[in-house]
């Protein structure tokens, strides 16, 4: 009744507000919606391969009915209703309904087609058949809603008379703080207008987003305020004007509403096509996209935040369908028995010839028709569909059981659990959180949908099918019958995973935890001016970044030195401090791992060694240059004390690899002493044989020469 | 003494050096009045007896022989600090902060606004926060300006302010030129505040309030030099650092120890208003908070706050710039209601004068002169037939007969020769404009005054 009641109201206040605008022409025609009944994902799988998204029911009714009672109340006269999965259930359903009456003001027709793959497809369809003469509400079928568009409809009108049609769309939201229950976490936006215009010029989803980038060509149009919003549940409700379908048809990818947007942004200095946005306080918005949404849209529908669509309104007018009202939210219709000692706290809809039993406990739960539940059930947040039996001593908390399922003794639901349809089990069996149960084996669904798949895999499967057509026991019970779904057999990438389970993101309790604590002070802190690092610094940076690279890379020698000969020149290096700075960083390269014993260091030097003995060659040539670069290798080892073990092996593999010559070494070691420290290295055991058995061999070459 | 006034009037004027080259900012007149009188009034009127005024000692000698600023009936203690030493606004802070013993009201000398002070205080006082600053809708400046071409290049870089619903909460704070990336804000504001009003086209008065502990911090942290440059962009960022957030339990823990180890490892530490036990216990008590939508604590737990007061109405001019001291010298004088003509003036009756004029002491003006709209110095003498339409005269200037000025600023001591015609210019310190001149949208300075530039 009270439905009614505002619809006349608020139809009249649409017209005469219309009627101000001295908009004669578009007012003659009647406003036209076009209704998505199909989502184009597969999020609700396994429960929508029996019944399409838009019939399941919400509060008892079927989600498809809150939307057309919403566009019938807010004054469209003309529905287009594009079905494609389970069309024909859904056109049976709205035949039967009363928007098929004659009597019903607003006239429904009913598009079916197989082939719409996404929202695109059907605005294209939509464009196609010319079926919209001026601004339409384009809608999903699983919104609830209550939100007045009339006046969003009258801005709308009148930026497009004004702008000669530059405004193409006006995305309805509703206004909420972050952390709400209404809120969809992954339909977090974050939209950035320009307060005047409340035109939209950036739009982003910030799921898994820490940081909002704002590119800087959005600020320069010309106003002084922009507001950033991020307290906007997209209602998914938006008043398109024509030009949106035949922008769908000239942007053949397109595929949803988000491509849309994105792509219209973008273009928007080309095509100079805009959307604006109209925000409204009161009133309620919200697809259902997931189940945690149905959840919530469900209590607050109960709890009466959707008025006047609340379930004693009976607004689709289905006889039977009545139900009382009485205090704490407890809705009974007709038929309803309840046993001794049974306590509904709270937030409790029953539909019709349900029976049940003695000291149950049941709170927050919508239970349909001609369900049968037994003693002794705790049913907090269950949504129980129609003709389901329950027996006793069950437990369900935060689960949703779908028509004709059964769930024997002693069963426990534990959050988030999903029944889908025909399912049965137990007894005595406890589900953990999340489990999804359905008649439909898991594998099935690649067979049913996949075309591309091959005749012989198909053979394959179905053997394999047949094999695992026995219902687990353990799963599901004794009695049981079903499959357990897992979220990952749902689809093969990980990313998806997260957007593809069934229930959605759980909103996060506590909105510091996420972002805050991985977040460094660094950037915040003052800038103090870094003292400029000298160029010889930077060039021993650079070298040893080039030859990181270089061996990630397996770039050839050749290259680096020609990579470390530009570097030279960039950075005004002579040659003899290249020739230092390239032993040193060599030598060191190694440490860049931790605690290395000088064993573990001449392993991984020695294949170094060898592989970047070109680029030594290229630059130790002279004399001196041998000298150069033996005091770097010296420098070096003074440094690092603990490994001189090392420091022969790294020496002989040098003059194995000819990267020195003998004569240098042995001139080094009898002359390069400069410090006490120096001499002591001299002193150390290893280079001394090592410089015997030099002197020696020289020795013989030369015996050898005469 | 709630709050200690702090005056900036050191600087130079480096963005209209042809009025500065004799005269330094903070004693150019406007209204027959030095530009720094304007804020001293505004903190007397308040209430403040006491200022501390940070300046040139070549300001400090004329201020001591002025006689408006001998009208000011606060106690000025007067800080001279090195002329063309390079002190910014936070050194200046630094270098006097033995002084500063409460908290701090730091405004500019070349702020000249009717704002109501108490609006920024109070929000300081109200968030007990750390800081709170004035800032005001950009004023489009209508006046001619000499020697400028064309309309002002609207070229210049805009700051970008983030402020929350109320428009009270500073959010966000940064220059166009440092946004070449696109802005970028993190989301974990955006949850605290999630609906943030970006605004441009707004003027930073330079008029901060800010707690103690902010100079504190000052002095350890050498390597700010300005406030409005570094320090409170530094502050507005602080807000939703973790750090100074989550230090609050160290902070009740071991306040008593901390004092004594106050070195430079947690000076950061300082900044952050700490609450006093009371107000934290009345915070918890009681159910006010500062936003709503979530069910977290007032202000979301955080310990620095910074705060600012947009004017939407009212007059608030930086004089930086030659077009804002013109326009400054049309609207100042409609604040304070004063004789628009000095007692002490000389002044003909056969004289047309516009009462939107005003005529400073011992003046002469002679016969048949027509004076409107314009402002002329002490000491000035405007011989016969002589017009002045919408300029500036400062002090002891002398006009010859039969001038026609119009829409000029003419600086102190400049001689107009006979008959002359001036046209939107700007005549220079003691310069001689020739009999019979004609010059129009000039700027007329000395030889030695063009070589500095």
Redesign the interface.
Request: hydrophobic share 25%; net charge negative; proline share 8%.
């Given at each position: 009744m009270a439905s009614k009641g505002g619809k006349q109201s608020r139809s009249a206040s649409g017209l005469s507000g219309r009627k101000g605008a001295g908009d004669q022409e578009e007012e003659d025609q009647p406003l036209q919606a076009v209704l998505v009944a199909d989502s184009f994902n597969r999020r609700f799988f396994p429960v929508t391969k029996d019944q399409p998204r838009a019939l399941l029911p919400l509060g008892n009714v079927a989600m498809i009915d809150y939307t057309l009672e919403f566009l019938t109340s807010t004054g469209v006269q003309e529905t287009f209703v594009f079905c494609c999965w389970m069309a024909s259930k859904i056109k049976a359903h709205l035949q039967k309904s009363k928007w098929c009456r004659p009597s019903s003001p607003n006239t429904v027709h009913i598009i079916t087609s197989d082939l719409y793959r996404s929202l695109g497809d059907v605005l294209r369809d939509v464009d196609a058949k010319s079926l919209v003469r001026s601004d339409f509400v384009l809608v999903y079928g699983d919104v609830v809603s209550n939100i007045d568009i009339s006046q969003a409809l009258q801005e709308h009108r009148h930026r497009r008379k004004m702008d000669k049609n530059i405004s193409v769309m006006t995305m309805i939201f509703k206004e909420s703080?972050?952390?709400?229950r209404s809120r969809c976490e992954e339909d977090d936006v974050?939209v950035?207008v320009d307060?005047k215009s409340q035109q939209i010029l950036h739009y982003q989803k910030?799921q898994g987003?820490?940081?909002?980038?704002?590119?800087?060509n959005i600020?320069h149009s010309g106003s002084?305020?922009?507001?950033?919003?991020?307290?906007l549940l997209d209602s998914h409700i938006s008043i398109c004007s024509p030009q949106v379908a035949e922008l769908f048809t000239d942007n053949f990818d397109y595929q949803t509403r988000d491509d849309f947007v994105r792509g219209l942004l973008v273009n928007e200095e080309i095509l100079g096509n805009q959307i604006h946005v109209h925000v409204t306080k009161d009133g309620y918005g919200v697809r259902v996209s997931n189940l945690l949404m149905y959840d919530s849209v469900s209590s607050d529908l109960v709890r009466r935040w959707v008025y006047p669509l609340t379930p004693e309104a009976n607004f689709t007018d289905q006889e039977g369908h009545s139900c009382t009202y009485s205090r704490h939210n407890v809705y009974r219709a007709s038929g309803v028995s309840l046993g001794h000692g049974s306590q509904m706290e709270e937030n409790v809809l029953i539909g019709c010839d349900t029976s049940i039993g003695a000291n149950c406990y049941i709170s927050n739960s919508v239970i349909g028709d001609n369900c049968i539940i037994g003693d002794n059930v705790v049913l907090d947040h269950a949504y129980i569909w129609n003709h389901v039996h329950i027996a006793s001593n069950v437990e369900i908390i935060q689960s949703v059981i779908c028509d004709k399922a059964e769930v024997k003794q002693g069963v426990t639901l534990k959050k988030q659990c999903v029944l889908a349809y025909d399912v049965v089990i137990g007894p005595n069996i406890s589900l953990p959180e999340g489990t999804v149960v359905s008649m439909h084996h898991p594998e099935e669904e690649e067979e049913d949908d996949d075309e591309f798949l091959s005749d012989d895999a198909e053979v394959g499967q179905r053997s394999d099918k047949t094999k695992q057509k026995v219902f687990n026991p353990a799963e599901v019970g004794a009695e049981g019958k079903g499959y357990i779904w897992k979220a990952s057999s749902l689809d093969d990438t990980e990313e998806e995973e997260l957007s593809q389970c069934l229930w959605g993101l759980v909103l996060n309790p506590d909105?510091?935890s996420?972002?805050?604590?991985s977040?460094t002070?660094g950037p915040?802190d003052?800038?103090?001016?870094s003292p400029e690092m000298d160029d010889v610094k930077v060039f021993h940076m650079e070298v040893l970044g080039t030859l990181q690279r270089g061996l990630e890379e397996n770039i050839s020698c050749d290259n680096l030195v020609l990579e470390i000969n530009s570097l030279k020149y960039a950075y005004n290096i002579s040659l003899k401090e290249v020739m230092q700075i390239l032993t040193r960083v060599v030598l060191e390269y190694p440490f860049q791992q931790q605690h290395l014993t000088p064993s573990q260091y001449v392993a991984l030097l020695l294949p170094l060694l060898k592989k970047w003995a070109p680029v030594f060659k290229n630059y130790v040539k002279r004399a001196q240059d041998h000298l150069d670069c033996l005091s770097a290798f010296e420098e070096h080892f003074l440094e690092q004390e603990s490994h001189w073990a090392a420091m022969v092996k790294v020496l002989m593999n040098m003059y194995e690899l000819e990267i020195l010559e003998e004569e240098m070494i042995l001139r080094w070691f009898s002359q390069g002493a400069t410090g006490d420290k120096s001499r002591q290295l001299r002193k150390n055991q290893g280079l001394q044989k090592f410089i015997q058995w030099l002197e020696e061999a020289e020795e013989s070459s030369e015996e050898d020469g005469e | 003494m709630e709050l200690q006034a702090v005056l900036m009037a050191a600087g130079g004027g480096s963005r209209m050096t042809d009025l500065t080259y004799n005269t330094p900012k903070a004693m150019l007149p406007v209204g027959n009045k030095p530009l720094m009188w304007y804020p001293l009034n505004l903190l007397e009127k308040v209430g403040f007896e006491e200022v501390i005024v940070i300046t040139t000692k070549e300001v400090q000698k004329m201020m001591s022989t002025d006689l408006k600023i001998k009208d000011v009936k606060m106690k000025l203690d007067v800080v001279s600090i090195q002329e063309d030493g390079d002190m910014g606004t936070a050194d200046a802070l630094r270098h006097i902060q033995p002084k500063i013993k409460t908290d701090i009201l730091v405004l500019s000398c070349d702020l000249i606004t009717d704002v109501a002070l108490h609006e920024v205080v109070d929000l300081f006082r109200a968030h007990n926060a750390t800081m709170a600053m004035l800032m005001s809708k950009a004023h489009e400046f209508t006046e001619t300006v000499p020697g400028q071409k064309g309309k002002k290049k609207t070229a210049e870089q805009r700051d970008?302010v983030?402020v929350d619903q109320s428009g009270k909460r500073l959010l966000f704070m940064a220059n166009?030129a440092d946004?070449?990336?696109?802005?970028?804000?993190?989301?974990?504001i955006?949850?605290?505040h999630?609906?943030?009003?970006?605004?441009?086209?707004l003027v930073d008065a330079h008029l901060y309030c800010l707690k103690k502990a902010v100079v504190d911090f000052l002095t350890e942290?050498k390597?700010?030099s300005s406030i409005r440059g570094?320090l409170v962009p530094?502050l507005v960022?602080?807000q939703f650092?973790?750090?100074v957030n989550s230090q609050k339990l160290k902070d009740d823990t071991d306040d008593q120890t901390q004092e004594k180890n106050d070195g430079p490892a947690n000076h950061e530490l300082l900044i952050s208003s700490r609450d006093e036990p009371l107000l934290q216990l009345a915070q918890e008590r009681s159910c006010w908070n500062d936003h709503?939508?979530?069910?977290?604590e007032a202000y979301?737990g955080g310990k620095l706050r910074c705060y600012v007061h947009i004017m939407d109405q009212g007059l608030c001019c930086r004089v930086n710039t030659l077009a804002a001291y013109i326009e400054v010298n049309r609207l100042a004088p409609k604040l304070f209601e004063e004789p628009s003509v000095h007692p002490s003036a000389d002044i003909s009756e056969r004289c047309q004068m516009g009462s939107d004029s005003i005529i400073g002491a011992l003046c002469h003006i002679a016969d048949k002169t027509s004076i409107k709209r314009s402002t002329i110095g002490n000491s000035t003498t405007v011989k016969e037939k002589v017009k002045v339409t919408n300029s500036i005269i400062m002090h002891g200037v002398t006009i010859e007969e039969g001038c026609n000025i119009q829409g000029s600023v003419i600086c102190s001591n400049a001689v107009i020769g006979r008959g002359a015609d001036l046209k939107y210019c700007l005549v220079g310190n003691g310069q001689h404009i020739e009999p019979e001149a004609e010059r129009t949208n000039e700027i007329i300075v000395g030889t030695d005054q063009l070589m500095e530039i």
């Open positions: 703080s972050p952390g709400h974050i950035a307060s910030t987003l820490k940081k909002l980038q704002f590119p800087m600020f002084d305020e922009f507001e950033i919003r991020h307290d909105p510091e996420d972002s805050e604590d977040e002070d915040d003052p800038v103090i001016p | 970008f983030g166009e946004l070449e990336d696109g802005l970028s804000i993190r989301k974990s955006m949850r605290k999630p609906r943030m009003l970006i605004k441009t086209g942290n390597s700010i570094e530094y960022r602080k650092s973790k750090t709503r939508g979530d069910m977290s979301h």
